[in-house]
């Protein structure tokens, strides 16, 4: 971290040297896959030769109460008691291991919205295939205006038969933050359990997860905390009487929740005993302010877009963080196919490193703004938008 002349934290070009990122790429995606420091790839690199030396004292003896410590730290920054949280490989393997792990009927429905990250469309899929569960996505037409919208639309999709409500905290495509608080009220208030899938949401702000009260909370370290890859976590609420089971069952059945998750077979858990380093650098590097100045870039290049291109908002900035999607000023339709296109086509001809998305069959840009990105890795971007618009599949 460097420190300007006032003093204040600096960070986009003058902090690039803290990462290995390629300098040939105008790398605007952090929110999909994240990207690690050195420092924590060093760290990471630390606990592995630590294993090495002697892996049986070490998985025996030692990790367990390691695990423990980091499920602390990991615990205090996100706002659940670590006797309730336990680490996971990625989001994908919480959200699969609560709702696989649910005793479910035919014709139980499972309720979500039409923002729902599309691998957990795929396991609503997976469990109507072989469950004959009924999965209902009821649709947040766009541009998504204000929380209470939302509410009203996932409070219309409850029914009698509905068992769960999956909801996003962060939605990957449109990057747009639910009320998730006021939706587990919502679906509580009726005996319905909450799934949050908050993949995006530690490290983008700050997160107090036992207040929003949902029966199960999954997230992703490896995105906004730069955690390295392998670096996530379920929660629990106090009292839960829904078990949760982690996908691979080993020794510890039955043992409880900690116990179960805590050994799930022989792994590398570098990156999960590293979260406390990526904890720490992310505070160093300025914690609230840094989410902050993430946020007001991302909205300032945002509105330059706007201005530039006409594109509009997915939804309100109130409701989007370091990422913002925007939408053409004339909707493109748009498979899935065609935004793999168009990405593919911004890096080759462009040089971007952009995400585009599907939300409601409609193509969008999500900007993400990182640490080490500033305004003028967003030049052209516009141009680049308008050229590639002819990709079509
Ligand atoms: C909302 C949401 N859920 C789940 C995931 C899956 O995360 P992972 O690939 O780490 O399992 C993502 C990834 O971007 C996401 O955005």
């Given at each position: 971290m460097t420190e ?8 986009g070009q003058?902090?690039?040297?803290l990462?290995g990122l ?10 999909s896959f994240g ?9 990471q ?8 030396r002697n892996?049986?004292?070490?998985f025996?003896?030692s990790l367990?109460?390691?695990?423990r410590e ?5 615990g205090?920054f996100?706002?659940v008691?670590?006797d309730r949280?336990?680490f996971?490989?990625?989001a994908t393997a919480?959200?699969?291991a609560v709702l696989?792990g649910l ?8 309720l979500?919205t039409?923002?729902?990250?599309n ?5 609503l899929r997976?469990?109507?295939?072989t469950?004959?569960?009924v999965?209902r996505?009821?649709?947040l037409p766009?541009?998504v ?10 409070r219309?999709?409850?029914t ?5 409500v ?6 990957s495509?449109?990057a747009m ?7 587990v ?11 949050v899938d908050g993949?995006?949401a ?7 997860i036992?207040a929003?009260?949902?029966?199960w909370?999954v997230?992703?370290?490896h995105k906004w ?5 392998g670096a ?5 609420r106090d009292?839960l009487?829904?078990?949760v ?6 020794h510890?059945y039955?043992?409880?929740?900690v116990?179960?998750f805590?050994f799930?077979?022989t792994?590398d858990?570098s990156a999960w005993?590293?979260i406390?380093a990526?904890i720490?650098l992310?505070q160093?590097?300025?914690g609230?302010e ?15 877009m706007m201005?530039?291109?006409g ?6 900035f109130e409701a989007?963080h370091?990422m913002?999607a925007?939408r053409?000023p004339i ?12 990405h593919?086509?911004l ?11 599907t ?6 840009l999500?900007i993400?703004?990182a640490?080490?990105?500033e305004?003028s890795?967003?030049?052209g ?7 590639v ?5």
């Amino acid at each position: 971290m460097t420190e300007g002349p006032a003093n204040r934290l600096v960070f986009g070009q003058a902090l690039r040297s803290l990462w290995g990122l390629d300098p040939e790429a105008r790398l605007i995606n952090h929110g999909s896959f994240g990207a690690t420091p050195l420092e924590i790839l060093a760290e990471q690199v630390h606990w592995r030769s630590l294993m090495e030396r002697n892996t049986a004292r070490f998985f025996v003896n030692s990790l367990p109460g390691l695990l423990r410590e980091a499920a602390g730290e990991l615990g205090h920054f996100v706002g659940v008691a670590p006797d309730r949280l336990a680490f996971l490989d990625n989001a994908t393997a919480g959200t699969n291991a609560v709702l696989r792990g649910l005793a479910l009927r035919p014709g139980d429905e499972i309720l979500t919205t039409s923002h729902v990250y599309n691998a957990v469309r795929s396991t609503l899929r997976f469990l109507s295939d072989t469950q004959g569960v009924v999965a209902r996505e009821v649709a947040l037409p766009l541009p998504v205006t204000e929380d209470a919208q939302i509410v009203e639309t996932v409070r219309a999709g409850l029914t009698s038969r509905t068992r769960l409500v999956v909801v996003d905290h962060v939605a990957s495509a449109s990057a747009m933050t639910f009320p998730v608080k006021q939706i587990v009220a919502l679906a509580h208030a009726q005996g319905v359990p909450v799934l949050v899938d908050g993949a995006h949401a530690p490290g983008l702000f700050s997160l107090d997860i036992d207040a929003i009260g949902a029966d199960w909370y999954v997230g992703n370290c490896h995105k906004w905390l730069c955690a390295p890859k392998g670096a996530a976590f379920i929660a629990i609420r106090d009292g839960l009487d829904h078990p949760v089971h982690p996908l691979a069952i080993s020794h510890a059945y039955g043992e409880g929740f900690v116990p179960e998750f805590d050994f799930i077979g022989t792994r590398d858990p570098s990156a999960w005993l590293s979260i406390p380093a990526a904890i720490r650098l992310h505070q160093r590097l300025g914690g609230p302010e840094l989410r902050q100045r993430n946020r007001e870039l991302a909205r300032h290049v945002a509105e330059r877009m706007m201005t530039e291109t006409g594109m509009r908002l997915v939804c309100p900035f109130e409701a989007s963080h370091a990422m913002v999607a925007l939408r053409w000023p004339i909707p493109v339709p748009g498979s899935r196919a065609r935004a793999r296109a168009m990405h593919d086509a911004l890096y080759d001809r462009h040089g971007f490193e952009a995400a585009v998305t599907t939300v409601a069959n409609e193509l969008c840009l999500r900007i993400s703004v990182a640490a080490y990105n500033e305004a003028s890795d967003f030049d052209g971007l516009g141009d680049a938008l308008a050229d590639v618009l002819d990709v079509t599949i």
